[in-house]
T-cell receptor
């Protein structure tokens, strides 16, 4: 089965509101990355965490290796936040490869 | 500093052709990855190099897919022969080392007719 389960698959928000995306892992992960796919299809790095939380503007991410999950919180959503968000995790194997979630399509409307 | 670059951005091939995709990692990065992205499967790892040595060749993708890294600043992914099911976006990524985040290129969109 999938090692990285991302939810929800789609999310609609009104401007100014917030929500959270979540990734659950079926095995111990060493680190997690969060990406947003931009309008040209490129993956833009949002966060890289080996533990704890990080915050950048209206985005905040957390990673708990022991509890096997990571979250991405968006607050005060803006129209330009619309897009597809992916989490990806490194299996704790000494190899630096990422296993991706299926993505969350976020639509922010006025 | 340039990010990861990939060429071409788009490729159209006939079934049975050989195509070669190219990637230049971020300067100084030791790890390089090739992924394939489709709507159904999402992102799947094809190959992984560490300091130019092939660490993983993607199991199910071995038959017709061959990635090479001739020097630390250039990698190719050859698909031979191509099949329509190979139509996808092929992404290259690089990382400074183990324990560092990966940076992705813009991808090559391959269409096999």
């Amino acid at each position: 089965g999938d090692q990285v389960e991302q939810s929800p698959s789609a999310l609609s928000l009104h401007e100014g509101t917030g929500s959270a995306l979540r990734c659950n892992f079926t095995t111990t992960m060493r680190a997690v990355q969060w990406f947003r796919k931009n309008s040209r299809g490129s993956l833009i790095n949002l966060f890289y965490l080996a533990s704890g939380t990080k915050e950048n503007g209206r985005l905040k991410s957390a990673f708990d290796s022991k509890e096997r999950y990571s979250t991405l919180h968006i607050r005060d959503a803006q129209l330009e936040d619309s897009g597809t968000y992916f989490c990806a995790a490194e299996v704790d194997s000494g190899y630096n490869k990422l296993t991706f979630g299926k993505g969350t399509v976020l639509l922010v409307s006025p | 500093d340039a990010g990861v670059t990939q060429t071409p951005r788009h490729e159209v091939a006939e079934k049975g052709q050989t195509i070669i995709l190219k990637c230049e990692p971020v300067s100084g990065h030791n790890d390089l990855f090739w992924y394939r992205q489709t709507k159904i499967q999402g992102l799947e790892l094809l190959s992984y190099f560490r300091s130019k040595s092939l660490m993983e060749d993607g199991g199910a993708f071995k038959d017709r897919f061959k990635a090479e890294m001739l020097n630390s600043s250039f990698s190719t992914l050859k698909i031979q022969p191509t099949e329509p099911k190979d139509s996808a976006v092929y992404l290259c990524a690089s990382s400074q080392d183990w324990g560092y985040e990966q940076y992705f290129g813009p991808g090559t969109r391959l269409t096999v007719l």
